[in-house]
Nanobody
Framework: QMQLVESGGGLVQPGGSLRLSCSTS???????IGWFRQAPGKEREGVSC????????EYRDSVKGRFIISRDSAKNTVYLQMNSLEPEDTAVYYC??????????????????WGQGTQVTVSS
C-alpha cells in the first residue's frame, strides 16, 4: 500500500516556525504532493501543493508569503516550511500524492496515500 508519513508538527508560539516533512518508504515520491489540514469541526482544506516535476506550486491565500513547499528528491521527502505561524494555522496536517501531471491543484479528492497526520498547534 502506498502511504505517506507526515512529521515535524508541534507546539509553537504565534510568529514561530515549523518545518513539516512528507516522506515514505517503499516507493519513490515522484508524484505531485499536496499538503492539507483539518481543524476540529472543520473540513479538510488545501494548504499547498507541488507538481510532479516541481514545475508549479500553489498556496491557499491565507498562507501565501508565509509557507514554502519544496522537494528533496535525494531524501525522497517533500517539506512544508511554515513561518510567521498564526493561531488559525492550528490543525492536523496531512500530505497526499496525486498521479496527475501538469499544474497542481488543491483539490483533496485528487490525492491519496494519506498518513496519520501531524498536529500543529500555534498558541501562546
Amino acid at each position: 500500500q502506498m502511504q505517506l508519513v507526515e512529521s515535524g508538527g508541534g507546539l509553537v508560539q504565534p510568529g514561530g516556525s515549523l518545518r513539516l516533512s512528507c516522506s515514505t518508504s517503499g516507493f519513490t515520491l515522484d508524484y505531485g504532493i499536496g499538503w492539507f489540514r483539518q481543524a476540529p469541526g472543520k473540513e479538510r482544506e488545501g494548504v499547498s501543493c507541488i507538481s510532479k516535476n516541481d514545475q508549479s506550486t500553489e498556496y491557499r491565500d491565507s498562507v501565501k508569503g508565509r509557507f514554502i513547499i519544496s522537494r528533496d528528491s535525494a531524501k525522497n521527502t517533500v517539506y512544508l516550511q511554515m513561518n510567521s505561524l498564526e493561531p488559525e494555522d492550528t490543525a492536523v496536517y496531512y500530505c497526499g500524492f496525486t498521479r496527475n501531471i501538469g499544474w497542481c491543484q488543491l483539490r483533496a479528492y485528487e490525492y491519496t496515500g494519506w498518513g496519520q497526520g501531524t498536529q500543529v498547534t500555534v498558541s501562546s
